[in-house]
């Protein structure tokens, strides 16, 4: 996988918006009112952000792959003891998170990271924290086999259980026509990731983004203009506003345990490389339904929003943002709560 040459492009283009978005607010001008300045906002935030892809369900998923891969998303069969689906730590009725710190697996063991939200998951440059995986259909079987999550102890296993039913040798069958033999660990990734390709959630920002500037309204425009120049956008930008990028974190200061109340020492992409320089190194978390998805970070640590953004702008921007700034740029982050498409939340009938 290409996780460092990613990072060593993140942390570039980084730079280059991070010097560009300090330029500009370092300019000795009277800054603009949001009423006066709507175009020229509306300009600037097509700068950082893109209207969401039209084709964001990708239409050449067949019905029958997308079935199968809800079918499985929702089945506990899926881990050993059957306790554990997919939807159990990435519930859809919640904004696909479980609202919990960290997520007890089959046996009741915890992990020591948050469970991200699976929506938008397939618009990622990369899957888990530590951006491991390069797409959803990867992520989709690491959970399975994991022996503190779903706790499968092999493909084989699972592949015979799936064979044991005999409504998934119809299902599969439907969902791979081509194959002798459709019940493989492959397919059974290849489905989950066609499923989860299916949950985007585009909010009235990026309404706003496709032209209608009144999608938002004035107190949104401020938040938007607020998140652009404290310099958010540094790394939260395109449509998925992250999602995109490895970054350091806390990129300022050593004192984030303190800050937060966090117990455990995570190590970011350290932990897979064990390279001193990946140290700290996280996927940089997507802001869509982030409203939504709390608690926050890597670990959970962090109950309320306006916290989280206070403290994003003392450990990654090195700014004592003010209670008007917090205010403003959760506002404007309400803006990018979308809505869960119905029919995936809709629980299938088990084979």
């Known amino acids: 996988m290409k996780v460092k040459s990613l990072f060593k492009l993140s942390i570039l283009t980084a730079t280059v918006i991070f010097i560009f978005t300090s330029c500009n607010s370092n300019k000795n001008e009277a800054p603009q009112t949001v009423t006066e300045a709507k175009d020229t906002l509306f300009e600037k935030a097509l700068l950082y952000f893109q ?41 859809l009725e919640t904004f696909g998170v479980d609202n919990l710190a960290t997520s007890a697996g089959d046996l009741g063991k915890h992990g020591n990271r948050n469970s991200p939200t699976v929506l938008n998951a397939a618009f990622h440059s990369m899957q888990f924290w530590d951006g491991r995986a390069k ?65 985007a959630t585009p909010s009235k920002f990026h309404q706003y983004l496709d032209g209608n500037k009144q999608a938002l309204n004035e107190d949104e425009k401020k938040g938007l203009e607020t998140f652009i120049n404290v310099g958010c956008i540094t790394c939260h930008s395109s449509y998925t506003l992250g999602g995109k990028m490895l970054q350091k ?52 640590s962090v109950a309320e929003l306006s916290t989280a953004i206070k403290l994003m702008g003392k450990l990654q921007l090195n700014k004592e943002l003010n209670e008007g700034e917090v205010s403003s740029i959760k506002t404007f982050l309400t803006t990018l709560k979308g809505q869960v498409p119905q029919d995936a939340k809709n629980i299938p009938a088990m084979p």
Do not use: W
């Open 51 to 91: 209207p969401f892809p039209k084709d964001s369900a990708n239409q050449k998923l067949s019905v029958a792959k997308i079935l199968l891969g809800k079918t499985l998303f929702y089945d506990k069969r899926l881990s050993k003891n059957n306790t554990q689906s997919c939807n159990t730590c990435h519930n």
């Open 135 to 199: 797409d959803v259909e990867e992520q989709a079987g690491m959970p399975i086999l994991n022996p503190v999550e779903m706790n499968m102890p092999s493909e084989k296993f699972v592949e015979d259980r799936l064979k044991s039913i005999s409504g998934y040798k119809k299902l599969f069958s439907e969902a791979f026509p081509e194959s002798s033999n459709p019940i493989t660990y492959q397919n059974l990734r290849d489905a989950i990731g066609a499923f989860e390709r299916t949950l």
């Open 249 to 300: 974190f806390p990129l300022i200061g050593n004192n984030y345990s303190q800050l937060t109340g966090s117990k455990v020492e995570d190590l970011g992409l350290m932990e897979q490389t064990k390279k001193e320089t990946d140290k700290f190194i996280f996927k940089v978390p997507s802001l869509l339904n982030i409203t939504e998805t709390h608690p926050y970070f890597h670990d959970g």
